[in-house]
């Protein structure tokens, strides 16, 4: 009998060996020309017929041939054992719950531990009750534990368990229902318990597809340890996917098919072609690495997600605090509807909208009314003792007044009328998506548009800053026995409607909660 690729190569793919015999008989037809060649395959060939009639597998014969019953009833022999799991591993191969059930599945107990400590669910209890420093530094400093946890010897085990179960996979979803009907056309498909009577048929009839199982069954370890692979799926359909004890004698049966070599033998007198080898694929698949990477990927997700929820709670209980409301909306042109038109073209458009929006309206729904009215009671009624700080607290506003009309002026200058919105609509028109020098005027002028806004939002948290310094050393003064701030409190406090003293507070905090919507704004 002549040797063939019983078992898998080394290499990723390739074919086996050719024996020496039909090595010399290839260089004889090159010597002696093609009749001699064709005298030559029809030796062979007949050399083979006689191995394969000696074979214990009488899956062929020479006279007519004939592929016979013996050979469907090899593949439904496998077909019975392994057929049952077919319709419940349907999509496993594109399953990506089955790599990671794969990966887990050797988990140790502290592995465990270290991996469910940056669930999305970890992360956000730990994000609840600690700052973003510390929550970000525990969560890396379980995932630096987790990876460190793993050895080469768990990789390999890891990655080796699902090369073995891709390897399962492709032996369970071939299509044996369909080699069997040439052999019967009366079977039905998932008829593991039917008794089906198969004829002889043509050999070149089921020639491609026996190259196709052969692909498949010269390709799998037959002689691995299984029972992890098992387990695993097991876990993945909460159910034995087939009897372990068919599959242990299935093994050996494949293996001494293999071992007879005499799939390969058939084909070759199929297909008249002595020289036929089938190729062996024996890939190694690597789902560890990948699986880790995505969780490093999947937990900084998270991260950034939390940070940004948490943000905008943040900003949502500083504008009920300083509006009353969530819902701020005072800027014209300066908005995010002005982006829909940069951006595709830029990548970028006005940065400060936020900020930029927050603070118009506080210097124009708050500002102008409720801190001008206790400026004027404090500034104008009040005698100081320290005219610098006065003069500070009046500077300060006086300024911020200068802003709230500077702000108007230039949102409105934004508009399609405006200067720096004529400006900037020419400079698109004129831009090309290939022209990038175009591109960079756009971007030029809208980088001027956001360093005015940038200007104008700093320099009126600074004045809110010294503002609220002021207010900050007042209201500690009035906490005095004898306050000396202004020589004449009472006499202040006969021209407030309300005290003095839950004025400076009021707007003290409402301030204090502004600021700290401007700089959170601002960093975002």
Not at 9 to 14: K, L, R, V
Not at 213 to 242: G, N, P
């Amino acid at each position: 009998m002549s040797p063939s690729a019983s078992k898998p190569t080394d290499t990723d793919t390739g074919s086996a060996s050719e024996t020496p015999d039909n090595l010399i008989e290839k260089l004889i037809s090159m010597v002696f020309g093609g009749g001699n060649s064709d005298r030559q395959r029809k030796r062979q060939l007949k050399q083979i017929a006689k191995e394969v009639g000696k074979s214990r597998y009488k899956f062929y014969k020479a006279r007519g041939e004939l592929v016979q019953p013996a050979l469907a009833k090899f593949f439904f022999d496998v077909y019975t054992v392994i057929g049952p799991a077919r319709n419940m591993l349907q999509n496993a191969r594109e399953s990506q719950g089955l790599r990671d059930l794969t990966v887990e599945h050797f988990f140790t107990e502290q592995q465990q531990k270290y991996r469910d400590a940056f669930t999305e669910s970890s992360i956000r209890a730990l994000a609840e009750k600690e700052d973003a420093k510390t929550a970000v530094a525990r969560v890396k400093t379980a995932m630096q534990h987790f990876y460190t946890s793993f050895d080469s010897q768990s990789v390999e085990r890891t990655n080796r368990t699902y090369t073995l179960l891709r390897q399962f996979l492709d032996l369970v979803l071939f299509d044996y229902f369909f080699v069997l009907r040439k052999f019967d056309a009366s079977i039905g498909e998932d008829s593991v318990d039917a008794h089906p009577k198969f004829e002889a048929i043509n050999a070149a009839y089921v020639s491609d597809d026996l190259k196709d199982f052969l692909e498949v069954f010269l390709s799998i370890d037959l002689t691995a340890d299984w029972s992890d692979v098992l387990d695993v799926l097991k876990e993945y359909r909460a159910v034995e996917i087939l009897d372990r004890k068919d599959w242990k004698k299935l093994t050996t049966l494949l293996l001494n098919v293999r071992k007879s070599d005499v799939l390969t033998q058939v084909i070759r007198l199929a297909d008249g072609d002595p020289y036929y080898e089938p190729t062996i694929t024996t890939g190694k698949h690597r789902i560890l690495e990948p699986y880790l990477e995505k969780l490093k990927v999947q937990a900084e997700a998270y991260l950034r997600q939390i940070a940004v929820e948490k943000r905008n709670r943040k900003v949502d209980r500083l504008c009920q605090e300083v509006f009353g409301k969530t819902a701020i909306s005072r800027a014209k042109f300066y908005t995010e509807k002005a982006n829909m038109t940069l951006g595709p073209r830029l990548g970028t458009g006005y940065l400060h909208l936020d900020a930029f929006n927050y603070l118009k309206a506080f210097l124009i729904d708050y500002f102008k009314k409720d801190v001008r009215e206790l400026q004027d009671l404090l500034v104008i009624r009040g005698k100081w003792t320290e005219p610098l700080t006065s003069q500070q607290l009046s500077e300060s506003f006086h300024s911020l007044m200068d802003i709230s009309a500077k702000l108007v002026e230039f949102d409105d200058s934004l508009s399609d009328e405006g200067e720096l919105g004529m400006k900037l609509k020419k400079a698109i028109g004129r831009s090309s998506e290939r022209d990038k020098a175009s591109l960079k005027a756009v971007a030029t002028i809208v980088d001027e548009i956001n360093t005015q806004a940038k200007r104008l939002i700093n320099e009126s948290g600074q004045h809110l800053i010294s503002i609220g310094k002021v207010l900050k050393l007042l209201i500690e003064d009035r906490k005095q026995k004898k306050p000396e701030m202004l020589m004449n409190w009472k006499e202040v406090e006969t021209y407030s409607e309300q005290s003095i003293d839950d004025r400076m507070a009021s707007v003290y905090r409402t301030i204090y909660f502004f600021i700290q919507l401007l700089q959170l704004s601002m960093k975002k």
